[in-house]
């Protein structure tokens, strides 16, 4: 079974299939790791996740992008809807 994501463009609703049957803590995790390239120690917890990405960030020294979560997220949708979802989210985010 799919989920799907409703998501609305400037003059429409669209309709994007997400490849993933179920989106569960496993599942976020494995996408955080991907987006992030987390180490191979990462816990698949949301307190190493906090810790990992703290270090990241502070790295950085600037806030991270949700660009790479979305590009995993987005990572089987045609390239044509994953265009609509990136414009509206630069229409109202920063996307890095």
Same mark, same amino acid.
């Given at each position: 079974m799919s989920k799907t994501l409703f998501y609305y463009t400037k003059d429409h609703y669209n309709t994007f299939v997400?490849?993933?049957?179920e989106m569960n803590k496993a599942t976020f995790h =494995?996408? %955080?790791?991907?987006?992030?390239?987390?180490?191979?120690?990462?816990? =698949?917890? %949301?307190d190493a996740a906090d810790e990992i990405l703290s270090d990241m960030a502070e790295e950085s020294e600037t806030p991270l992008s949700l660009r790479p979560l979305f590009e995993q997220l987005l990572a089987e949708a045609r390239p044509e809807k994953r265009e609509q979802v990136w414009a509206l989210l630069r229409d109202y985010f920063e996307v890095g």
């Open positions: 997400k490849s993933h049957s =494995q996408l %955080l790791d991907k987006a992030y390239h987390f180490p191979d120690y990462h816990g =698949q917890n %949301l």
